[in-house]
């Protein structure tokens, strides 16, 4: 005899699924500063649209005022 269909999957099993999905938060690119980067350098080698501005921007509490103040080993986020 042919193998019995599938049960489906119940709906609320489906459903409860894509709110976990949506629930999660998106993930976050990040960078090491690493010797010799720079912020428009990190810009340019990860495509971050503004370019260093946006990225200087996205880690102003991070970096301070000063976009040429970043040292080696801070965690960057990549906007």
């Known amino acids: 005899p042919?193998?019995?269909?599938?049960?489906?999957?119940a709906v609320p099993v489906v459903e409860a699924a894509r709110a976990a999905r949506a629930a999660r938060p998106?993930?976050?690119r990040t960078h090491v500063v690493a010797p010799g980067d720079t912020l428009y350098r990190?810009?340019?080698t990860n495509g971050v649209g503004g370019g260093w501005r946006a990225l200087h921007a996205a880690n102003a509490a991070t970096i301070g005022p000063d976009p040429a103040a970043i040292?080696?080993?801070?965690?960057?986020?990549l906007p």
């Open 42 to 44: 990190i810009a340019v």
């Open 71 to 77: 040292r080696v080993g801070q965690v960057l986020v």
């Open 2 to 9: 042919p193998p019995a269909p599938a049960a489906p999957i």
């Open 26 to 28: 998106p993930v976050q």
